[in-house]
């Protein structure tokens, strides 16, 4: 097998292997959000992976012929899978279940680069489970939720209840004062000098200054051949993996968030 297979300029690189079927695969897709994948085979059962853990969240077996394809709806929490027995099973995930197995992963990373499923995570961790599709549909991510307010909350997210709204709204406040903490917190070294953010994914430039990667290969592609911490010609445009870097920061966002 090839670990890499380059196409129009693109280059696909392998990522896993998922088992559990007995018998070959006939069809495959992920959710909206790609948090989950599900499969259909000639065992006529279904399974439901969680991509980030690769593990086995459920296994169907309803279905007494092959299943042949599998479809999620685009914006809510349904599958529905169709087999050679003439049917289409349509399954709708328990909201309330989903987030008891996500709780424990509740993120770590600062609240502005939390993704829409962080969010829901943290509605689930917060007792928020209810709100948890209404984000979804929403598109809230971590920028976004701090962002709310009680206006956004009644008139964009049509949350009637003016005590759900007040309860929502106490824990964004929370989050938004722990956001300052930290931000004040946070070690020079582990800033990037160009975003003057925490960095997530750390490199070395041949100035031998460490930068955000994105960031720096955003300079770099501006034909930017200077360095921006010396303003000299930086003599490569070759970034190199800070590791180290990269363990410390996660060390110290690991133990900030257990304080």
Not at 216 to 243: A, D, F, Q, Y
Request: net charge negative; proline share 3%.
């Amino acid at each position: 097998m090839r670990s890499h297979t380059s196409y129009i300029g693109f280059e696909l690189k392998y990522k896993s292997t998922l088992t559990g079927h007995c018998a070959p695969v006939l069809a495959c897709a992920f959710s909206h959000d790609g948090q989950m994948l599900v499969s259909g085979s000639v065992d006529k059962s279904v399974i439901v992976y969680d991509t980030n853990t690769e593990n086995i969240l459920h296994t169907l077996t309803q279905h007494t012929r092959y299943v042949t394809t599998c479809a999620f709806a685009p914006n809510i929490l349904l599958l529905a899978t169709g087999s050679m027995d003439k049917t289409v099973n349509i399954w709708q995930f328990d909201t309330e279940t989903l987030c008891q197995a996500k709780i424990q992963d509740h993120p770590k990373q600062f609240t502005e680069n939390w993704s829409e499923d962080d969010v829901s995570n943290w509605l689930c961790a917060e007792g928020l489970e209810d709100l948890v599709d209404i984000f979804k549909m929403n598109n809230i991510d971590g920028r976004e939720l701090l962002n709310l307010t009680k206006e956004s909350l009644a008139d964009d997210l049509k949350i009637e209840s003016l005590g759900l709204r007040s309860k929502v709204l106490r824990k964004i406040e929370e989050l938004r004062t722990k956001v300052k903490t930290l931000s004040s917190e946070i070690p020079d070294e582990f800033i990037c000098p160009i975003t003057r953010e925490l960095m997530k994914d750390p490199v070395i430039a041949s100035d031998g200054y460490s930068y955000e990667k994105e960031a720096m290969e955003n300079w770099i592609s501006k034909k930017k051949r200077t360095s921006p911490m010396t303003n000299l010609v930086l003599s490569s445009v070759i970034l190199i993996p800070n590791r180290t870097l990269k363990m410390a920061i996660d060390r110290w966002l690991s133990e900030t968030h257990q304080k």
